[in-house]
T-cell receptor, first 114, second 110 residues
């Protein structure tokens, strides 16, 4: 089944404790992206990647890192999480064509930083 | 650079129509529409490329006015299943990163 998976789905952590949220897709998509969703603000892009070893900042990259060592995986790293990073996070992937194509979203990761 | 959506929220009765607007301060290459039901991930509806094309499936259609830098999503004869939050996403260049609007919450009541 074609899908985007994220782990963990729920995470409660404390300020400063490094964490990684994994994202994997099995559709051979070139494009992958991370978004955070906060009430009233919609989906804000954190980082995106158009291919292996190619990553770019989105709108809200501060406090986050990503890597794209393999086509299928795009982990999101929070080196020193802070309470303002409490949010719902979505990973998405897409084929690249004339424009971005349909983005397939993962199920989301709800992160709480205490 | 984030597109602006209006209205923020709308409540309809089954069978009524609705229009959701998405406007940008920059010239757009494409507009994407997604729907998100409560507690779920966003799901793709359609993409419109510059050129003023209109697309649709079933009773949901959209237009893209390149000159006005805006797109509108039309929901006709709304059904209960249309309830959710609708997001427009925009690209200002081909294969550029996506910017989503803040969303429009649509509630359809019986």
């Amino acid at each position: 089944e074609a899908q985007v998976t994220q782990n963990p789905r729920y995470l409660i952590t404390v300020t400063g404790k490094k964490l990684t949220v994994t994202c994997s897709q099995n559709m051979n998509h070139e494009y992958m992206s991370w978004y955070r969703q906060d009430p009233g603000l919609g989906l804000r892009q954190i980082y995106y990647s158009m291919n292996v070893e190619v990553t770019d900042k989105g709108d809200v990259p501060e406090g986050y890192k990503v890597s794209r060592k393999e086509k299928r995986n795009f982990p999101l790293i929070l080196e020193s999480p802070s309470p303002n990073q409490t949010s719902l996070y979505f990973c998405a992937s897409s084929l690249l064509g004339q424009s971005l194509n349909e983005q397939f979203f993962g199920p989301g990761t709800r992160l709480t930083v205490l | 650079q984030q597109p602006v959506q209006s209205p923020q929220a709308v409540i309809l009765r089954e069978g009524e129509d609705a229009v959701i607007n998405c406007s940008s301060s920059k010239a757009l290459y494409s507009v994407h529409w997604y729907r998100q039901k409560h507690g779920e991930a966003p799901v793709f509806l359609m993409i419109l490329l510059k050129g003023g094309e209109q697309k649709g499936h079933d009773k949901i259609s959209a237009s893209f006015n390149e000159k006005k830098q805006q797109s509108s999503l039309y929901l006709t004869a709304s059904q209960l299943s249309y309830s959710g939050t609708y997001f427009c996403g925009t690209e200002i260049r081909s294969n550029n990163d996506m910017r989503f609007g803040a969303g429009t919450r649509l509630t359809v009541k019986p």
